[in-house]
């Protein structure tokens, strides 16, 4: 029965802005996605980079898949394809969201491939390509994912309970840091979140999220730090002319003093992966150690891009690395 009166719940228009994944099916987080395509295609293995996130691991331990892990090289692709095998998968990440091209080829190889595109919002689908996104890094959601997976369906539902909002209301009222042990907490959450659909909060917000514009904020800002900084940068870039949405700009220098000189500065930078259980001659290794993803989201204009730039600058010229 319809409710009437009583406190108003969180609202957006009813304008449609855009369809960005309209085809895709809507589901509650980026690891769900993967757990979906694991149950639909019954792989018995699947191999996955050395580098990326644990959340990838946890959902093969916890279907019982067994999981081979393959090193990258300093282009961010695999050393060496295994051969086809029906039972297999091979998982490749769009790290930051710039290995759309690449994944074009690896689309060509005969391989059951499953694209984890959580950092590549805007990146395409291939046709007949299992593939994923995560919403939550690229808006200010509770939860949501997109999935393309041309495996047999499996029926899906609402949770009966969804991940809290309340560290994106205190950051909006405050600031990142009064809200990041929420965060934390909320983050947690979802490794309890059973496999099901879209929150209908989200579902009503990605109806009227301006992606586009979203889009075209995150290229303006990548490209303005790559002019500046580019020369400065040890991670080889590919062709930024087919840039789509990126997630971040990845910057590398020989500086062990530049992130912690970034966040005293109020720009905070992650580490891609801190719990990464890898041996420290490795070039993940050095990733996890040296790999500063610089902010360039639809929040920040060119003066904030500047601000970055001028801190790594100043940084650098005083010959602290």
């Not at 091979?90 to 091209?101: Q, T």
Request: net charge negative.
């Amino acid at each position: 029965m319809k409710e009437i009166g009583g406190y108003f719940e969180l609202a957006y228009t009813n304008i449609t802005v855009n369809s960005l994944h309209s085809t895709a099916l809507k589901l509650n987080s980026g690891r769900n996605c993967l757990a979906y395509i694991l149950q639909s295609r019954g792989y018995k293995k699947v191999y996955v980079p050395h580098y990326t996130c644990d959340v990838i691991i946890e959902q093969l331990v916890k279907y019982n898949i067994a999981f081979y892990y393959y090193n990258i090289t300093e282009n961010l692709e695999p050393h060496t394809l295994p051969a086809y095998s029906k039972e297999e998968a091979f998982l490749y990440v769009n790290y930051f969201g710039i290995k759309g091209d690449y994944i074009k080829l690896l689309a060509h190889t005969g391989l059951n491939l499953i694209i984890d595109n959580s950092q590549a919002l805007f990146s395409e689908q291939l046709a007949n390509t299992d593939t994923f996104y995560s919403l939550r890094k690229f808006a200010g959601v509770t939860d949501g994912a997109f999935l393309y997976c041309n495996g047999p369906s499996i029926p899906l539902d609402y949770n009966k309970q969804y991940p809290g909002g309340g560290h994106l209301v205190t950051r909006k009222n405050f600031d990142a840091r009064a809200g990041f042990d929420e965060f934390k907490i909320n983050e947690a959450a979802f490794s309890e979140l059973e496999l099901g659909r879209m929150s209908p909060a989200t579902e009503a917000f990605i109806t009227t999220f301006d992606f586009e514009k979203t889009r075209l904020a995150r290229e303006r800002n990548f490209l303005y730090l790559h002019n500046h900084l580019g020369n400065l940068n040890n991670l080889p870039l590919p062709d930024i002319r087919n840039l789509c949405g990126p997630l971040c700009y990845p910057f590398i220098v020989p500086n062990n003093g530049l992130r912690k000189k970034l966040i005293e500065e109020s720009i905070f930078v992650p580490t891609f992966w801190p719990g990464l259980n890898v041996e420290n001659d490795t070039y993940e290794a050095y990733l996890v150690q040296n790999l500063l993803p610089l902010p360039i989201d639809q929040r920040y204009e060119l003066k904030d891009m500047q601000r970055i730039i001028e801190i790594i600058s100043t940084k650098l010229t005083h010959h602290e690395y």
